[in-house]
């Protein structure tokens, strides 16, 4: 539907899984795609690569986002790239690692929170400056999680992180919406991806269950909704926390 023709985006951990199907969307809807990763070049490569032979324009750029010097960088680049542009930034980067709350440690939390939250602090206030002094603005999606709303074990510092997310996507709409500029968040739910079923066939057999949709997401789930966010049809809608999850927090907790 080309609703994103003319747009210059960057989808952060564009490598695989979610950021590749976000990554794949936007360019599917005409967007040109800056594919970030940090050690995931072949892969990163891969992305583009599809995108070129769609017809698209993509270029893979390298930034570990734990320093915020090197999220401020990649930014730049993604702008220069876009003829000085960015109209669209997707925080898709982050870790979701498990370790029981008794048994963390201060520089595992630190880990976590560094590389979900603070390289979406500093790679948002990159971009709000680039486009309050262009036409249009532009627009931030975070990718947070449905774990921002409840635990899960072994999860706390990821939940927390991901809340935290969620609510920089409330302070920075409220601060930037002046500037033109529009933050929310996706917050999905179980999204399938390579050997889960057989790693996890429990897991996934109760959420199957549970979500009234009966099955996983998948990874172009997230990027329609990033889509949509970024696009013309969104432009009054800033500050919102938007859940895929085919339902499953529609459920009673009781």
Known sequence: MNLLDGQTALVTGAGGGIGRGIALRFAEESAAVAVHCRTAVAAAREVAGLIRERGGRAVVLRADLTDEVACRRLV?????????????LVNNAGVQPSRDL?????????TVVDTNLTS????????????????????????????????????????ASKAAV??????????????????????????????????????????REAAPA?????????????????????????????????????????
């Open 166 to 207: 969620v609510m920089h996507a409330r302070s920075a709409a409220l601060e930037y919406g002046p500037w033109g500029v529009r933050v929310n968040t996706v917050s999905p739910g179980l999204v399938d991806r390579e050997g889960l079923a057989e790693s996890w066939p429990e897991g996934v057999r109760r959420w």
């Open 76 to 88: 730049e680049e993604a702008a220069d790239w876009g003829g000085g542009r960015l109209t669209a």
């Open 214 to 254: 009966r099955r996983l997401g998948r990874p172009e789930d997230v990027g329609d909704a990033c889509v949509f966010l970024a696009s013309r049809l969104a432009s009054w809608i800033t500050g919102h926390d938007l859940v895929v999850d085919g339902g499953v927090t529609a459920r009673p907790s009781w």
């Open 120 to 159: 979406v602090f500093a790679c948002t206030q990159a971009a709000a400056g680039i486009m309050r002094a262009q036409d249009g603005g532009g627009s931030v999606t975070h990718i947070a999680s449905i774990e921002a709303r409840a635990p899960a074990p072994a999860h706390a510092h990821y939940g």
């Open 102 to 110: 008794a048994a963390l440690t201060a520089a595992e939390w630190r």
